[in-house]
């Protein structure tokens, strides 16, 4: 059981230590202080003057005397009992010593600054295993190792090894904040810099570290119930423990508290970076993505879209599924924004004819009233045009987000153009952008002031602002189709399913997959000739046949497999044929014989299968089966407890999904069918823990109403 997911029911387990001597501690012990001016305790205890502190300050180093007005003690014994947060300026072979000495002084809580743990190999990993279980057993909650630190602007609260020109406390009245988490110093501080001087206002900047005993999961979790906070932006390099960390991103989608997730690792060389620098070893990626995506955190690919997002989901938290609304004062940029959709997966739906109607009577004649709408030059001389344009394109229920883009006039008429995108969008819950564009070129005081004031969302770029709208919508569309109603849904899977550990033959797994209701070719298993020729005149020709082994992965490539067989004849020949193919290739391979089957007609060649993550769970796939599945990775993954009808909203978004609804004369394929039997594998993987992988491969699918047929099979238990 990892430190994060313990029972702290279960005997001899210490509970979750709680938090609030970390965030709010009334007293604080700096362990490892130096006389020497600038040193890195002085620096953290100048910080916390800085800020404000009021608590007991305790300082311990060997050389005793006095530093800033508070006395020196020689020994971590010395402190009081109780002391809430311990903050140690140690090197790394002095921190279990110290940690050891503040579990017997009943410290509540520690930070632990020094690197030379996990990120320095198996040596180091041992030894921060080690600290961290002295401080769970002790009751201790422990931050870091290998963290420069937090910042909470609620309180004021600053532990910071660098020295800082320390933010403000946050004003209680500007209503919800950011919280930001990151197992990154030099990225928590860019993310929280960044939102801070776009006027966003933020409750807490925590780095993690290496985690030897907190992670981001138990930040989460105090996010969750702290009132100051609306969203959370989090960096992660590895996610240690993925059941906790999918709980409290649960918690906070249920209180309403949007997570952003910026987590390098789509590439071989990210995630040997990500290990050199905190010790982590990389995991599934797309599985962790996957997942993360299901159980609603926003993941995102870049530092610019983790503060848009973190920005833009705090004023709009419920995601948008409409499409886009575009104000403009430029017809070139209507046009620049109608290539960028598209690739965005986003549109800019027609203006519907109450809408057009209504803004009609305000514009001249050759100023058609659409979607996107380009007020031109009418902007300069009537600037209401704006609020009143952007009230119509927000009236309009098939969008669900709104661009504003503008060029930067003078100073006062910046501030004229910003009041009225403000009176345009007030009371609307759909999330809207102001861009000014000429972005080199500076925002007046007075705009920038009255923005922040207003919390109006400024950027300067139309297609950094695109991305997040197009981002907060794809993932909205894709929350609706994974929440909506659906009635058919697969029955729970009833019995033990019979099979033996290891790779299963492909027919004894097409008999597993047509006792759960999926459809395989007519035929049987043939263990001599006669056997072959007596199943095929019961199901008819033309038939297939096909070598059965478990060990036999891959049958078309030692000719295993020969098709079309058009009587007994050529049946008894090609039985010899098959037999001869898998001795020359495999020496002494005992098959448990042959599989006729019927041919069948041919269809859409696609892919379904299952696996089981060690640390997300099963993970299924669909996609362009048979040869292009290895060709071309047209694949989606897809969470295993998924409706029908997000399945087939996510086999929409193969690359090949023209194909689906017929193309050149072809029929339409029977979706249903395919999500039927996805579903179907999401709830075996579910309700067999022992079930590691299926393949379905090819699943061929006919046209509507004409279901789908496996032509081959493999499934792996343990």
Request: charged share 20%; with cysteine.
């Amino acid at each position: 059981m990892t430190p994060h997911t313990q029972d702290p029911a279960a005997p001899g387990v210490s509970p979750r230590p709680s938090l609030a001597a970390i965030f709010r501690p009334t007293s604080v012990a700096i362990i490892g202080m130096s006389a020497k001016p600038g040193s890195a305790g002085q620096v953290v205890l100048g910080n916390l003057l800085q800020g404000g502190y009021t608590g007991a300050i305790h300082l311990v180093g060997r050389s005793g005397g006095e530093i800033m007005g508070y006395p020196v003690l020689t020994e971590v014994s010395e402190l009081p009992e109780g002391v809430d947060l311990a903050i140690l300026m140690l090197p790394a072979d002095a921190v279990l010593a110290g940690i050891e000495a503040c579990v017997a002084r009943r410290v509540r809580g520690a930070i632990c600054f020094a690197s030379g743990f996990a990120e320095m190999g198996e040596q180091g990993r041992e030894q921060q295993r080690r600290i961290g279980d002295v401080a769970r057993d002790g009751g201790l909650a422990l931050l870091g190792p290998n963290t420069v630190g937090y910042f909470n602007y609620v309180d004021a609260f600053h532990v910071f090894m660098v020295e800082q020109n320390l933010p403000p406390r946050l004003d209680p009245a500007a209503g919800p904040a950011v919280a930001v988490v990151a197992q990154s110093g030099g990225i928590g501080a860019h993310l929280a810099t960044s939102l801070r001087m776009r006027g966003v206002p933020l409750s807490y900047m925590m780095t993690t570290g290496n985690e030897a005993q907190l992670g981001l999961a138990e930040m989460i979790d105090f996010f969750v119930d702290d009132a100051h906070t609306g969203s959370i932006v989090v960096y992660a390099e590895q996610i240690r423990s993925a059941p906790d960390f999918l709980a409290a991103t649960r918690r906070a989608r249920t209180a309403g508290k949007p997570v952003v997730l910026l987590h390098p690792g789509r590439s071989e060389r990210s995630q040997a970076a990500a290990q050199s620098h905190t010790g982590a070893l990389a995991g599934n990626h797309a599985a962790m993505q996957l997942m993360l995506d299901h159980v609603g955190v926003v993941t995102v690919d870049s530092l610019e879209e983790a503060i848009d997002l973190g920005q833009l989901l705090l004023s709009y938290p419920h995601a948008p599924t409409g499409g886009l609304g575009l104000v403009t004062a430029s017809g070139a940029l209507c046009g620049i924004t109608q290539d960028y959709v598209e690739p965005l997966a986003l549109d800019l739906p027609a203006l519907s004819a109450q809408q057009a109607e209504q803004l009609r009577e305000h514009l001249p004649v050759y100023t058609p009233p659409r979607n996107p709408l380009d007020l031109g030059t009418l902007v300069a001389w009537k600037p209401e045009l704006i609020s009143l344009g952007i009230s119509a394109l927000r009236a309009d229920a098939q969008l669900g987000s709104l661009l504003v883009s503008l060029p930067m006039p003078g100073d006062d008429t910046a501030v004229v153009w910003l009041r009225q995108y403000l009176e345009g969008i007030e009371g609307s819950s759909k999330p809207s952008i102001l861009v000014m564009q000429n972005e080199d070129d500076p925002l007046p005081p007075a705009f920038i002031e009255e923005a922040r004031q207003r919390r109006a969302i400024v950027m300067r770029s139309p297609e950094r602002a695109l991305r997040a709208l197009a981002r907060v919508t794809r993932f909205g569309r894709w929350r609706a189709a994974a929440g909506g109603a659906d009635a058919v849904k697969p029955a729970r899977i009833e019995g033990p399913l019979g099979l033996g550990r290891g790779t299963q033959a492909e027919w004894v797994g097409k008999q597993l997959l047509a006792r759960l209701g999926v459809r395989v070719p007519a035929g049987a298993l043939a263990t001599s000739p006669d056997d072959a020729a007596r199943i095929a005149a019961d199901i008819g020709y033309p038939v297939a046949l096909k070598a059965q082994a478990a060990t036999l992965a891959h049958k078309s490539e030692v000719g295993g497999v020969l098709l079309n067989i058009a009587d007994e004849t050529a049946l008894r020949a090609a039985w010899q044929r098959l037999h001869d193919n898998v001795a020359r290739a495999q020496p002494g391979l005992v098959l448990d014989g042959a599989l006729v089957e019927k041919m069948g007609e041919r269809g859409l060649e696609l892919v379904v299968g299952a696996s089981r993550d060690a640390q997300w769970g099963p993970i299924l796939m669909v996609g362009l089966g048979g040869i292009w599945v290895e060709a071309l990775g047209d694949v989606q993954l897809l969470a295993p407890d998924l409706p029908r009808a997000a399945i087939i909203e996510r086999l929409r978004r193969l690359k090949a999904a023209k194909l689906l609804d017929g193309f050149r004369g072809a029929p339409p394929i029977d979706l249903d069918a395919v999500a039927d039997v996805v579903a179907l594998l999401g709830q075996l993987m579910l309700q067999y823990p022992e079930v590691t992988e299926v393949d379905i491969n090819p699943l061929v699918a006919y046209g509507r109403g004409q279901g789908v047929v496996a032509l081959d099979a493999l499934i792996v238990t343990q």
